[in-house]
C-alpha cells in the first residue's frame, strides 16, 4: 500500500504521516525532510535550493524526482511509502504513477488535509517558535500556501479522476483526524487489518489494542 498526503504548508502532513507510519509499519518519504537535511549537510544541492525553499518557492521537477527514485527503487520500501510533500504538481503526480508503476507499484490512497489559511497562520508562526524553520514566517507562510493551492489543484483532478482522493477536515484535533485516515486505510481493498484502538490523555497516546495491517499476499 503506498500513500500520498497532501495539503498546505502546516497542514499537518509530517504529524499524520509520522503517526501512521508506525500504525501500519510503512516509510515515510518526506521531500521537505530531503532537501532540508541537503541544506544542513551543506551539500552542493543544499547551497542551490536553500534560497529556493527559504522564499516559499517549489524547487525544480527533476531535482525531487531524482531524491525520490531512490526510495521507490529500494526492495525494503515497496508498496510500504507515505509520500508526504510529493507530488506538488501535475507533472510529479504523473512522474509518481510512472516511477511506481516502473517498480511493480501504485498509489493506493490520496489523502487531502483541508485547511484554511487562517489556521495555517496559525500554526506557522506556532511551529516557527518551536523548529525554527527559516521558511515559517507570516508572509513567507501565505506565499507558501497561495504556491500550494494555485499547484496542487490539477494534482486533486489527477487523484479524484482515479478514484483514489479522500478529502480529511486538517482543522480537526490530531487524534481525530488520525482516527479519520486509519479508518481510509483500513478501508483499502487487499489490506487486512486488525482491530485497533488507542487511548489519549493530552497529547499522549497509548495503544489499547495491538494493530497489524498486512497485504492480504504477504506471508508475513
Ligand atoms: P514541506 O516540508 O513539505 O512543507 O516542504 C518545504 C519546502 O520544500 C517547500 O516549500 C518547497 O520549497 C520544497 N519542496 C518540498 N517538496 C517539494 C516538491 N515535491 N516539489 C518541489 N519543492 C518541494
New binding site residues.
Given amino acids: 500500500m503506498n500513500i500520498v498526503i497532501f495539503g498546505p ?2 497542514a499537518g ?2 504529524t499524520q504521516s509520522n503517526l501512521i507510519v508506525k500504525q501500519f509499519k510503512l516509510h515515510q518519504l ?7 537535511k541537503e541544506i544542513k549537510n551543506k551539500t552542493e544541492l543544499g547551497k542551490k ?1 536553500s534560497t ?2 527559504n ?7 527533476d ?2 524526482g531524482n531524491l525520490i527514485v531512490k526510495y521507490i527503487s529500494d526492495k525494503a520500501y515497496k508498496n510500504r511509502i507515505i509520500f ?6 501535475l507533472i ?1 503526480a504523473r512522474n509518481l504513477d510512472k516511477l511506481l508503476s516502473q517498480y511493480d507499484q501504485k498509489i493506493d490512497l490520496a489523502l487531502k488535509l483541508s485547511v484554511s489559511l487562517n489556521v495555517i497562520k496559525k500554526r506557522i508562526l506556532e511551529r516557527k517558535s518551536l523548529e525554527k ?1 527559516e ?1 515559517d514566517s507570516e508572509e513567507i507562510a501565505i506565499k ?1 500556501f497561495e ?2 493551492e494555485d499547484k496542487i489543484r490539477p494534482v486533486i483532478e489527477f487523484y479524484k479522476q482515479r478514484d483514489l482522493l479522500k478529502v480529511v477536515n486538517g482543522e480537526a484535533t490530531i487524534s481525530e483526524i488520525n482516527s479519520e485516515i486509519s479508518g481510509l486505510i483500513d478501508g483499502i481493498k487487499g489490506w487486512l487489518c486488525d482491530i485497533r484502538q488507542y487511548k489519549y490523555a493530552g497529547n499522549k497516546k497509548s495503544l489499547i489494542y495491538g494493530s497489524y495491517c498486512r497485504d492480504q499476499y504477504s506471508t508475513k
Wanted: hydrophobic share 25%; net charge positive; proline share 6%.
Fill in positions: 504548508p502546516g502532513k509530517g518526506s521531500t521537505g525532510e530531503l532537501l532540508r535550493i529556493i525553499i522564499l516559499g518557492n517549489l524547487v525544480s521537477d531535482t525531487v508526504d510533500g510529493y507530488p506538488r504538481n510529479q524553520r521558511d507558501r504556491t500550494y
